[in-house]
């Protein structure tokens, strides 16, 4: 405990994504005392459960970077606790049990849905970050059972469709892919590198007939079909070979409107309307609905619209998101990453948002690390105006015994080491490029996790 009673501040982050692990690693290069708690046994969020699982290079650089971050004397890593109104412990129960300021970067945990008739009652309906999860393998997501059948819609057009189109072309070799777009093929989001995984397997006929059907749509916006089809293009150069023979087909100008499926809830298809673009008083290009419906023949949908953050962390949302504080007081770069609670109009003093949970779905690991040093460095003017802590190691010894009440394993960072060397044997005995554990029991067994941490 002698390193706690010489430090400034004592800091709650929740969340070690990228922006809760950056953020950690600059406020604990100020003094302070940085204690990160994360929902999973694993460091990483996003960057251990989103990124495509064989992109392995960028995945042990990240682990690597976590790992060092985590070796910090000045940071102190608690696993497999829930934060949140029925979690382990609340927002509240930290800010009394006296951590200065409080970072909530537990990312964007609540998934977002259109709201369709059928949505909620069709199996084959799933939302893409359930799938991301299950096939990275974070429990309980790595568990559970995905009924895709041989035509698929993906509904979005921006790099987390790719990501699922991916999976489904190499490793559930479904017979089409169809990514469907409420806008024209000059507003797709994906990025050229993305698309290279999965262009070789498209139906260049089909995207050719499509770009005439909405050819004439674009002209009169004076956007340009041909552009639009070279950029979808552009990722043939450096394509993966073809994986099987599933066939990508684009849909554009189409919006989602019901999901058809039997008296037994089983999916029959996907109806949607098809829209126009128009230009608004902005510039910015809009979909507009013509109110023609049409029936696409499908028997899985897939939601790739984005996320929300999760409601049972009891601050404040709006749109999706929780709320900043309109007229920040620590502002980076014209940031607020300060919460608000709109009703009662005031700052909830000491507690701060980054990443995902600032602004969800928005970039991946790059955009959350400099978000989370942003926002690292808002708290440290926060914490200019609050007075040192004077008891620094009893918050621990008080915050340690409410976890013990808990009855859970809760996993430190010698923990972490040892599932890395388990991990890394097995990797070796079966001769693969990267393995990990997909179950929680599976994890504890294999550092011997045999106690509740107390």
Request: charged share 25%.
């Amino acid at each position: 405990m002698d390193v706690i009673n010489q430090v400034n501040h004592m800091i709650a982050v929740v969340g070690a994504g990228p922006a809760g692990l950056f953020a950690a690693r600059q406020l604990a290069e100020q003094g302070n005392y940085v204690v990160i708690i994360n929902r999973d046994i694993k460091p990483g969020g996003l960057a251990e459960y989103g990124i495509y699982p064989t992109k392995y290079k960028m995945k042990d650089g990240l682990r690597k970077q976590f790992h060092q971050i985590l070796e910090n004397p000045l940071i102190a890593y608690y696993g497999n606790v829930v934060i949140g109104d029925n979690g382990d412990l609340s927002l509240h129960d930290l800010e009394t049990l006296g951590f200065q300021a409080i970072l909530v970067a537990a990312g964007a945990q609540g998934t977002k849905w259109l709201g369709l008739p059928g949505e909620s009652t069709t199996r084959g309906v799933y939302h893409a970050k359930d799938l991301v999860y299950h096939y990275n393998k974070l429990p309980p997501f790595s568990q559970k059972q995905f009924d895709i059948g041989r035509k698929v819609a993906i509904i979005g057009v921006g790099n987390v469709m790719s990501d699922i189109a991916r999976y489904l072309i190499t490793t559930v070799k479904v017979d089409e892919v169809i990514p469907i777009a409420r806008r024209g093929p000059a507003e797709v989001k994906f990025d050229k590198k993305e698309i290279e995984h999965i262009i070789s397997q498209l139906d260049i006929n089909a995207l050719d007939e499509e770009l005439e059907r909405v050819k004439p749509i674009m002209l009169a916006i004076n956007q340009d079909p041909q552009a639009a089809r070279d950029y979808i293009l552009s990722g043939m150069e450096k394509a993966d070979p073809p994986h099987s023979q599933t066939r990508l087909k684009f849909t554009f100008l189409a919006s989602p409107t019901r999901i058809i499926g039997d008296e037994y809830g089983n999916l029959l298809g996907l109806e949607v309307e098809d829209n126009t673009l128009i230009r608004d008083e902005e510039g910015e290009t809009k979909a507009k609905p013509l109110g023609v419906k049409r029936l696409l023949d499908v028997d899985t949908v897939i939601f790739c619209i984005g996320d929300r953050v999760d409601s049972n962390l009891g601050l404040p949302i709006q749109a999706n998101q929780f709320v900043k504080n309109p007229f920040p007081q620590y502002s980076v770069d014209g940031i607020s990453y300060e919460t608000y609670n709109p009703l009662a109009g005031k700052v909830l003093d000491g507690i701060f948002v980054a990443g995902w949970s600032r602004e969800a779905s928005v970039g991946l690991v790059g955009v959350a690390r400099k978000d989370g040093e942003r926002c690292a460095k808002a708290m440290t003017q926060y914490l200019q105006t609050v007075n040192p802590i004077a008891n620094p190691s009893r918050i621990i010894q008080v915050f340690e015994e409410m976890l013990k009440k808990s009855g859970k394993p809760v996993i430190r960072q010698q923990d972490l080491w040892k599932l890395h060397n388990a991990e890394q044997a097995e990797m070796m005995r079966l001769g693969l490029e990267d393995f990990k554990y997909g179950t929680n029991e599976e994890m504890l067994k294999a550092i011997e996790f045999s106690y509740v941490f107390g």
